[in-house]
């Protein structure tokens, strides 16, 4: 909820283009995590990020705790990337479980 | 490749009725975790378990209980269904060291009427 914020809500984007997805935060974390729920509803685990940035692929993403952001970079979206982007960070109780954000749904279009 | 099996996919209870949702991992995770998907929400915390015999009551606990019997199997409870836990629900296993990355299930979709 308010503790991990994502924007923008939703995002139209035309196959080719670049775009960027962040999430700030208001609770203390060392670490985060993005994933992808696909249209059929299965969660993929993208990046685990302490400070820093981390590349794979067509996606880049960038953790700044000291300003307590991430941001998430799609470079020359592909029609398979359409779906709903979260992104997470460790809940300040034990077990380390994930506050995660509303998510970010991506539409990619021809 | 991380393994997170739910049983079941979908199901169909009546208010009022026992509902059990069964989670099993062979990733050898010690951490295992329930969380429930609704619109505008995104996933919220339920039950969490650090290892065999541990529950721990996550951000909506409330109308739920967790069962934690081996390190494989991580079961959601809903003794008495009422027709607001109508929602989707994922497990997921983490590693407790170093990296937890999170490894989610496929999700069950519970209806409540």
């Known amino acids: 909820g308010d503790q991990v914020k994502q924007s923008p809500s939703a995002l139209s984007l035309q196959e080719g283009t670049n775009s960027a997805l962040r999430c700030n935060f208001s609770?203390?974390?060392?670490?985060v995590q993005w994933f992808l729920q696909n249209p059929r509803g299965s969660l993929m685990n993208l990046f685990y990020l302490v400070p820093g940035t981390k590349e794979n692929g067509r996606l880049k993403s960038t953790f700044n705790s000291k300003e307590s952001y991430s941001t998430l970079h799609i470079r020359d979206a592909q029609l398979e990337d359409s779906g709903t982007y979260f992104c997470?960070?460790?809940?300040?109780?034990?077990?380390?479980?994930?506050?995660f954000g509303t998510g970010t749904t991506v539409s990619v279009s021809p | 490749e991380a393994a997170v099996t739910q049983s079941p996919r979908n199901k169909v209870a009546v208010t009022g009725g026992k509902v059990t949702l069964s989670c099993n991992q062979t990733?050898?995770?010690?951490?295992m975790y329930w969380y429930r998907q609704d619109t505008g929400h995104g996933l919220r915390l339920i039950h969490y378990?650090?290892?065999?015999?541990?529950?721990e009551k996550g951000d909506i606990p409330d109308g739920y209980k967790a069962s934690r019997p081996s390190q494989e199997n991580f079961s959601l409870i809903l003794e008495l269904a009422t027709p607001s836990q109508t929602s989707v629900y994922f497990c997921a296993s983490g590693e407790s060291q170093s990296q937890n990355t999170l490894y989610f299930g496929a999700g069950t979709r519970l209806s409540v009427l």
């Open positions: 997470a960070a460790e809940a300040p109780q034990g077990g380390r479980a994930l506050i």
């Open positions: 609770i203390a974390t060392t670490t």
């Open positions: 378990s650090y290892g065999a015999g541990s529950t």
């Open positions: 990733n050898n995770h010690n951490n």
